[in-house]
């Protein structure tokens, strides 16, 4: 197959895909040049021949039309101001028959830490609050149905990714929740300090305490270019 990643940023997922898939062809487009380079760096050179890197934006990827059997957007979505429009660009680079696929959030089915702390939703909130602010939208998995269909997908369909840390272990999580990733926040003034010191306790709970988990739900909605 061809495969075109949309918004791969660091490659974590493009690194995946080369490993797994080993007889297809995978595009990777970023509009971030420092996080093509990073995933430029991250995935083994011996995946080169069975891999490029495009610098672009999903709204106009300047990829040709009627060329992907796959398209995968991990965590694109959310960021975007204008969905149908990309929606539309990847339906055109799809061959008839292809299938995009979609994973994403919606912060009204998060999931659940523990032990628990009581001010993660407010923190949640505000985080929602600012990526709105940047014309983002991080309840965007309940509107992914009807997103795809607007865009004129067919066979539109979605299910929930539920990740659990007693299934596959906890460190995935403890980089979701290490409290580095919210001294930005802290720092522009999103969150107080007073949440900033709330999220370090989430931080070390999942690191020492024996009794920790994480239960995070993902949403996967996904649909295919109409044939003729
Ligand atoms: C949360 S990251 C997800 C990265 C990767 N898909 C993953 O799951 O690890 C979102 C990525 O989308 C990229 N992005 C945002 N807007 C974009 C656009 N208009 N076109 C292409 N990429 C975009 C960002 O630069 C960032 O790398």
Do not use: W
Not at 137 to 164: C, E, F, W
């Amino acid at each position: 197959m061809r495969i075109l990643e949309v918004g791969s940023g660091p490659g974590f997922y493009t690194e995946q895909l080369v490993g797994q898939l080993p007889h297809s062809v995978i595009t990777a487009l970023e509009v971030d040049s420092a996080l093509l380079n990073e995933a430029r760096n991250r995935i083994d050179p011996q995946f080169s021949s069975q891999l490029e890197f495009v610098h672009a934006s999903v709204y106009d990827t300047g990829l040709p039309d009627n060329t992907y059997d796959f398209v995968i957007a991990r965590l694109l979505f959310l960021h975007l101001k204008d969905p149908l429009t990309a929606a539309r660009e990847i339906s055109r680079v799809l061959k008839p028959g292809g299938k995009l696929v979609i994973i994403d959030v919606d912060d009204g089915i998060f999931g659940a830490l523990h032990p628990n702390l009581p001010m993660l939703p407010s923190v949640l909130q505000k985080v929602a609050d600012y990526v709105a602010a940047n014309g983002g939208n991080r309840l965007i998995g309940r509107s992914l149905p009807r997103l795809l269909k607007q865009a004129d997908y067919t066979d539109v369909d979605m299910d929930s990714i539920l990740q659990h840390s007693d299934l596959i272990g906890i460190d995935g999580f403890r980089y979701q929740f290490d409290s580095r990733r919210f001294m930005g926040l802290n720092q522009n003034g999103v969150i107080t300090q007073e949440e900033l010191d709330h999220m370090k306790q989430a931080s070390e709970n999942l690191n020492t305490s024996s009794e920790a988990y994480a239960m995070l739900n993902f949403v996967m909605a996904c649909g295919t270019k109409a044939r003729s």
